[in-house]
């Protein structure tokens, strides 16, 4: 089956580590995103890529980075300098071009303890 | 800078009834606009999108309509069941056709049973 597909569900970080958020598709989508989830914020964009090795910075990237060396995978990292990592991390995909919908991942809820 | 905003962030509505979810958005570029439904710890699901040069689109029990000299957006749901309790996202995109996707804030929809 097609889909998006975001390991691991739930992940649990100590301050000061870095760790890395996997999202891989087989949709044959161009574009990927990063979206994180905190109560009463909405979904707020952290990266996107339009194309293999090419991304760009969203709405919120400090803390983070990311790589798109395949079509498939667009692997997040939260470094030590982001300031509050707890959240709910979300991945999607969708074909470039207008009105095209986007397809999400199941999400990975990142706990720092 | 919010660029695309759900001013409610709750609405209870009777089963029944018509539910109206309402979206603004800023920015006069964007071309076109999605909807999604989100329950807890899950991702976001296609709802429904309509292009900017349209003003209705329609699908089954759901309806969006836009108003670009309004720069407003409502979704539509009649009639509303209990299984349409959820958390609702407007989503903006078409920037000079970039692809990235602005999500509101979420609007939770409660239907009485």
Known sequence: ???ITQSPKYLFRKEGQNVTLSCEQNLNHDAMYWYRQDPGQGLR???YSQIVNDFQKGDIA???SVSRE????FPLTVT???KN????????SRNRGADTEAFFGQGTRLTVV | ?????????????????????????TNSMFDYFLWYKKYPAEGPTFLISISSIKDKNEDGRFTVFLNKSAKHLSLHIVPSQPGDS??????AGGDFGNEKLTFGTGTRLTIIP
Do not use: H, M
């Open chain 1, 1 to 3: 089956d097609g889909g």
């Open chain 2, 1 to 25: 800078d919010q660029q695309v905003k759900q001013n409610s962030p709750s609405l209870s509505v009777q089963e029944g009834r018509i539910s109206i979810l309402n979206c603004d958005y």
């Open chain 1, 70 to 73: 395949k079509k498939e995978s």
């Open chain 1, 45 to 47: 964009l952290i990266y």
């Open chain 2, 86 to 91: 959820a958390v609702y996202f407007c989503a």
């Open chain 1, 62 to 64: 400090e803390g983070y």
């Open chain 1, 85 to 92: 990592p707890t959240a709910f991390y979300l991945c999607a």
């Open chain 1, 80 to 82: 030590s300098a982001q």
